[in-house]
């Protein structure tokens, strides 16, 4: 999963648009441990969901209940993009 | 006491002499068209070389190419908030300015009274690029707001930004007067320091509003300069007997300021100029309209406010908005003031009109026309309007202007808020 290409993806997310050290982001970091208040865990959830043109349904992740990891976060990115590309519907229409 | 009586009295009062305090400039800063180093920008300045270009906009039901504006290299991914969240980009350049103002200053955070530490902020149409770009997306495929939207545009959000940033724990306060907004949080500022009231202040404004939404809308209003097919650069001409509107520019300048005591004490003093006098009102007969009486007693006004008389004053850098009737009755406030006495420049036809962030960035072109006793030309003048018969302005090319101690900086506003403020040499 560390190399993962969604788990770099997200990674470099953080790092860059978020100031998360490289040093805190693990497959098995929180996101409630990545030093973010809820706006911002809430916003790097809409910048995921940019980044990788889904919407994540709220039932399969809320950034604010306690102990979902990067890992979890990268299988419903995973899940949803296969999801959609097996219902051939472009973002827009997932929206 | 009669009504009449009264009233005498009251005028007797308020044209008393009373000049306060000059407050010390210990640092610059800015993000704009002409550049963001004090090198660029005079370079640009004194040479009248314009930043306006044809822009490539995509707007609906108009010729992407049909506006000319002021434009910014500025990466605003490069500007990080304090709070992690994003910016908007105006706030962007605002906190890039802040940030260049107080390393000029010289400013140590761990060693100031942050208590006693101020923001002064002025923008027009603070957060227009996220919210034009957020509720394009609302109405488009994605149909949401990001989460924090309303921090992002709220016109305090700059204020916000650099209070955080900064650490500043005194007044934050943000100031929304449209083009005078900067002007008038610089001199809300002066005053809080000769009050007393804090020690130190980071003041200044931005806006940045080159979106679809606002440039279709200040183009609704038929303010905005057609660009001549071949030359853009040139469409905005302040007091040009052909002038034709302006164009919108973006941007952002900070200054540092402080009280005299206090810039001692520390040891600053970077820039070799005080602001000596500041002034606002209001027209109060016209959201859009100037009125020239309005505009004169707020000059009479920072000139009392500096303990100067009109013949003191060797420069001044005007709003010229390059419009009919904006230019016209600021032509006929300087020449009853003024006459033909004080050299008139007019820095928006290079660097566009940036609003809120005006009025700051023209005070520091009459502060480097001081630094530099040297005065702007307004560029793509040629002819003035025969109606401004009286009126000296610096026409051509740059006009030395030795032994240059005082300067005046204009900015008047829709809603009809003026704001004056007078530098002068240390």
């Given at each position: ?13 953080l ?62 990115i ?18 | ?10 005028a ?58 002021a434009?910014?290299?500025?990466d ?6 304090a ?20 390393a ?14 101020g ?34 545009v ?6 916000a ?35 007393g ?30 660009p ?10 302040p ?54 009486a ?8 920072a ?15 005007a ?15 300087i ?6 006495a ?24 009459a502060?480097?026309?001081l ?14 309007d ?41």
């Amino acid at each position: 999963m560390s190399s993962s290409p969604t788990f770099n993806s997200i990674a470099a997310l953080l790092e860059t648009d978020f100031r998360v050290a490289r040093a805190e982001i693990s497959p098995a970091t929180a996101l409630s441990d990545l030093g973010l208040d809820s706006l911002a865990l809430m916003e790097f959830v809409f910048a995921v969901e940019d980044a990788f043109h889904l919407r994540i349904p709220e039932d399969r992740l809320d950034p604010r209940e306690a102990g979902i990891t990067l890992q979890r976060l990268c299988e419903v990115i995973d899940a949803e993009g296969e999801a959609a590309a097996a219902r051939s519907e472009p973002m827009a229409a997932t929206a | 006491m009669s009504s009449g009586a009264a009233h005498a009295v009251l005028a007797a009062a308020s044209t008393a002499h009373t000049a306060a305090a000059p407050v010390h400039v210990s640092g610059l800063g800015f993000v704009t068209p002409l550049g963001r180093s004090i090198e660029a920008f005079d370079d640009a300045l004194f040479a009248g070389r314009s930043a306006v270009r044809a822009q490539t906009l995509e707007i609906p039901g108009m010729d992407p190419m049909a506006i000319a504006a002021a434009t910014c290299h500025f990466d605003a991914s490069g500007v990080r908030s304090a709070s992690r969240l994003p910016l908007d980009r105006g706030t962007a350049m605002a906190l890039a300015a802040a940030q260049d103002a107080a390393a000029d200053a010289g400013l140590d955070l761990d060693t100031i009274d942050r208590d006693r530490l101020g923001i002064f902020w002025g923008s027009g149409l603070a957060g227009a690029s996220t919210f034009d770009a957020t509720t394009r997306a609302l109405y488009g495929a994605q149909r949401r707001m990001r989460p924090t939207t309303v921090l992002t545009v709220m016109p305090n959000a700059a204020v916000a930004e650099l209070a955080l940033h900064f650490g500043a724990r005194g007044a934050a306060l943000a100031y929304a007067c449209a083009c005078a907004s900067s002007a008038v949080a610089i001199g809300e500022a002066m005053r809080a320091i000769r009050g007393g009231w804090i020690d130190i202040a980071i003041v200044g404004g931005h806006d940045a509003m080159l979106t679809p939404g606002v440039m279709a809308s200040w183009h609704a209003m038929r303010v905005m300069a057609p660009p001549p097919a071949d030359a853009p650069a040139s469409a905005c001409r302040p007091f040009s007997a052909d002038r034709a509107g302006f164009a919108i520019g973006e941007g952002a300048a900070a200054l540092v300021l402080e009280s005299e005591a206090h810039a001692h004490a520390r040891g600053a003093g970077a820039q070799p100029f005080v602001l000596s006098g500041y002034a606002s009102n209001c027209d109060g007969t016209h959201i859009t309209n100037p009125d020239p009486a309005g505009q004169v007693r707020a000059m009479r006004a920072a000139l009392r406010d500096a303990g100067l008389t009109p013949s003191d004053i060797g420069h001044i850098n005007a709003h010229g908005t390059a419009t009919t009737a904006g230019d016209a009755a600021e032509a006929a406030s300087i020449g009853e003031l003024f006459g033909d006495a004080a050299p008139v420049s007019a820095t928006k036809a290079i660097h566009g009109h940036v609003l809120g962030g005006g009025g700051a960035i023209e005070l520091v072109a009459a502060l480097r026309a001081l630094a530099r006793e040297t005065l702007p030309p307004i560029a793509h003048l040629q002819t003035p309007d025969a109606a401004f018969g009286n009126v000296d302005f610096v026409r051509g090319a740059a006009r030395e202007a030795r032994g240059l101690r005082h300067v005046l900086s204009n900015s008047f506003a829709f809603g009809g808020t003026n704001a004056v403020i007078v530098a002068s040499r240390r």
